[in-house]
């Protein structure tokens, strides 16, 4: 009966191993890990030219780098057409892909990844000319909206504009950029795409005067990391690196305080900090790996903020990308 026990110990040793190999040995081994974007995206992902990268995906990664590596600078980041980003996370060419991926059902299921969670709620929204007047995007009647023809945003404003019965002329162009001009030339009064893309319009619009970004979204774009699908482990990494932003930001530890939240007596706090306990053991990874991420990177507040919010130049607001218990929707499970 001895001998049974001790063998099943071993098979449970074996078996946790061997969750454990495979992608983070990888990094570790190779001492950096590799991100893959397109590039580009004001506010996630976007290089000045000289090497150095700012963005909300980027900082995520910055954010793994730091948990597994215990150095967020270990990071490089591979720039590919958005097309292949999938391709090239499941040939193992990159290890992650950060965020802007938006997760839907088929991609989630019928590929060989595995959508982590959601680092931001995007929607379709509008953005409208000055000769427009509309405070809702139900106070649209009448718009001539520009859009990308036979594009998911064609369906949602086609949907969106019968099921409330709205009537409004759809001016569709064969590309997006082709979009954009019409909106820009006068040949539409709104154009209509992802809300976080109309931010960054608007700036590159700023001579526009009259140009707005309306309030509200017609449609749900979840957007977060991935990770191929088979690396358990891995996942579990990503996933609860993600958690760790967003409960660090719910007890209020950030990249300024975490030396004085390390004398702090609430239990909850010290777990996520590593002090009395590690969370990170059974993901093989060090003691505090949380505490890496919020002193090297932040919380998700101040990612959030440097790249998308106040502090940046895009200026947008939390809204539902807040956390639960501020007004939206954003929220961490326990850690212990």
């Not at 790249?307 to 501020?326: D, F, Y």
Request: contains cysteine; hydrophobic residues 40%; negative net charge.
């Amino acid at each position: 009966m001895k001998s049974l026990a001790g063998l099943l110990v071993i098979f449970i040793l074996i078996i946790g191993l061997s969750a454990q190999a495979g992608t983070l040995d990888e990094v570790k081994e190779r001492d950096e890990l590799i991100c893959g974007t397109s590039g580009g995206k004001n506010g996630f992902s976007r290089s000045d030219g000289k090497g150095n990268w700012s963005g909300l995906d980027v900082d995520f990664c910055r954010a793994v780098a730091a948990a597994v590596l215990s150095d967020a600078r270990k990071v490089k980041f591979v720039v590919l057409p958005e097309q292949e980003l999938i391709t090239a996370l499941i040939s193992g060419n990159v290890d992650l892909l950060p965020g802007s991926s938006l997760l839907t059902q088929v991609r989630d299921t019928a590929l060989a990844v595995r959508f982590v969670g959601v680092s931001y709620y995007d929607g379709q929204g509008f953005m409208l000319s000055k000769k427009l007047a509309a405070r809702s995007i139900l106070e649209l009647e009448g718009a001539e909206v520009c859009v990308q023809r036979e594009t998911l945003m064609e369906q949602n404003l086609d949907m969106f504009f019968k099921r409330n019965k709205i009537p409004f002329e759809s001016v569709p162009f064969n590309t997006l950029d082709q979009a954009i001009l019409g909106f820009t030339e006068g040949r539409c009064d709104a154009v209509t795409l992802e809300q976080s893309k109309l931010h960054d319009l608007r700036l590159n619009l700023g001579d526009q005067e009259g140009v707005r970004v309306l309030p509200g979204v017609i449609s749900k774009l979840p957007l977060g990391p991935v990770v191929r699908r088979g690396d358990e482990n891995w996942f579990s990494i990503i996933r609860w690196c993600l958690f760790a932003l967003l409960q660090a930001e719910e007890y209020d530890i950030s990249s300024g305080n975490f030396e004085v939240m390390k004398q702090n007596s609430n239990p909850h706090v010290r777990i996520l900090l590593g002090l009395d306990e590690s969370t990170g053991t059974g993901m093989g990874l060090a003691q505090d790996w949380a505490l890496n991420i919020i002193k090297q990177v932040g919380n998700y507040s101040e990612i959030f903020e440097r790249n998308l919010g106040q502090g940046s130049e895009l200026k947008i607001g939390r809204g539902i990308n807040g956390l639960w218990n501020q007004g939206g929707i954003h929220y961490a499970p326990p850690f212990h």
